[in-house]
């Protein structure tokens, strides 16, 4: 099963049956490993070092045993990187477009958003501003299942607190929705 079919289908309100259950689906990038948990149901993208039989031993169900720290130590093993549990949102953009609000800036290659964007994702795009003074930046990705991502981090001394951040995203998935579409017909 691909995860990323499973995280669209959610987008398009279709969710996995509340059964309880758990199931593995495959890696999208080497190295990365991932549990994502719907109300009653879970999908484990981890290679084939630990089997089914141990997963179930640990208690991972779709009841909240899949994000047990147990089951995380056991993904990460020995040295392994453990992030943070996280909500995952997928939305569709409604904004206008923002082709003339943000460009490529490579001055910002070394914001700490984009250096954590770099070690767990692909095709990072870094935007922002026109204006040089801000330090705003909008990091596109392909991320969790390879689909695109987005993530931003506001300039604090201008924008923080005024729902800038909110119309941001809204404004770049317009943008993105415009690009798959022409990409789709070409």
């Not at 959610?10 to 689906?25: I, M, S, T």
């Not at 201008?158 to 789709?184: F, P, W, Y």
Request: net charge negative.
């Amino acid at each position: 099963m691909d995860l990323s079919e499973i995280l669209l289908g959610a987008n398009r309100e279709k969710f996995p049956q509340v059964d309880g259950k758990w199931e593995r689906v495959k890696l999208w990038r080497e190295g990365l490993e991932c549990i994502i948990a719907f109300t009653g149901h879970a999908y484990l993208a981890v290679d084939r070092d630990i089997d089914d039989e141990r997963f179930n031993d640990l208690g991972v169900d779709g009841f909240g045993g899949a994000s047990h720290p147990k089951v995380q130590l056991e993904i990460a093993g020995d040295g392994g990187w453990i992030d943070s549990l996280d909500t995952l949102l997928t939305a569709n953009g409604t904004g206008p477009s923002l082709e003339n609000k943000l460009i490529e800036r490579p001055d910002l290659h070394d914001h700490h958003r984009v250096s954590f964007a770099r070690e767990i994702r692909s095709e990072i795009r870094v935007l922002g501003r026109p204006n040089l003074e801000d330090s705003s930046v909008v990091v596109l990705s392909k991320g969790i299942a390879g689909l695109s991502e987005l993530s931003l981090e506001l300039d604090e001394r201008i924008e923080r607190g005024r729902g800038v951040g909110t119309q941001l995203v809204k404004d770049r998935e317009r943008k993105n929705q415009k690009r798959r579409r022409r990409e789709k017909n070409q």
